[in-house]
């Protein structure tokens, strides 16, 4: 059940409009990192989410993102303000002004609409966090750059107050992670084939514009070693063929049921 408050979550303040600023915010309105896809994206895996505690993690954070929705589309409204009245105003977003009437519309900041194709949604509480870590990553730079890119200091920090709390979601996710207490690349139900998993395949190789073939803790150690293709006098990869073996992956008890485990030809093999 959602209930509004007629509050704003921070308090806007604009000195200055800057009807071309309100039109880069759109993209934290609107766009693919904006605050709209992560008030989706995290209610929509909550509302999925078969574990109560995470459950609530999801919703309470989709539930501030709405708030922050509410917080930038107050920002965009009072830059934009002077598009209502000022010819050169206008032309800094036609689409706003003309077709908007000046408010905020679901489209970023080239007026391209919101999609949901912006949401990662899989239904496995593992994957779904790290796709949120990333979305908060996202959100956080965003926030950084429009920052670096506005004098007004009331509008400094707002955005301030909001990249804040992206920070402080990306690590209640990461927390959250963690607390399913599932080895960090254990996902879904199957586990990878063994020697295989382990293997850094050195697709770029040789010497060329940017000096000699990097080896980082990427590429050795971290239990991987590096491969070099057959075509480079190398061992290739372990290709031989590896059953799969359904059931063998470590799960965690706050994974949601998992999908096509329970099909009986798998259920058999396992
Ligand atoms: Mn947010
Ligand atoms: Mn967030």
Redesign the pocket.
């Known amino acids: 059940m959602y209930h509004h408050v007629k509050k704003l979550m921070y308090t806007v303040n604009v000195g200055t409009p800057d009807p071309a600023f309100g039109k880069m915010l759109l993209e934290q309105f609107g766009g693919m990192n904006g605050?709209l896809a992560?008030a989706m994206q995290?209610s929509i895996q909550g509302w999925n989410c078969e574990d109560a505690a995470r459950k609530d993690l999801l919703m309470d954070?989709g539930t501030?993102?709405l708030s922050?929705l509410e917080v930038v589309g107050s920002l965009i409204r009072m830059h934009m303000k002077p598009t209502k009245s000022d010819r050169a105003a206008a032309e800094a977003d036609p689409l706003v002004a003309i077709a908007g009437g000046g408010g905020v519309s679901l489209c970023n900041s080239a007026g391209v609409s919101w999609t949901a194709d912006y949401l990662k949604v899989t239904g496995d509480l593992a994957v779904d966090l790290r796709s949120?870590i990333a979305?908060?990553a996202r959100?956080k730079i965003v926030y950084d750059r429009l920052i670096n890119f506005t004098e007004d200091v009331g509008t400094q920090e707002a955005l301030q107050f909001l990249m804040t709390?992206?920070i402080?979601?990306?690590r209640s996710f990461a927390a959250a992670l963690e607390s399913m207490e599932k080895p960090a690349y254990s996902i879904g139900t199957i586990a990878p084939t063994p020697a295989l998993v382990d293997e850094y395949f050195n697709a770029s190789t040789g010497e060329g514009d940017l000096g000699k073939d990097y080896v980082g803790p990427w590429n050795e150690g971290n239990g991987l070693h590096i491969v070099n293709s057959k075509r480079e006098g190398g061992e290739g990869l372990t290709i031989k063929p590896y059953k799969p073996q359904p059931g063998t992956e470590k799960t965690s008890p706050h994974d949601s049921t998992p999908v096509g485990a329970n099909v009986p030809s798998r259920a058999k093999a396992a």
């Open positions: 605050e992560a995290y954070i501030e993102e922050h949120n979305a908060e959100a709390r992206e402080t979601h990306m």
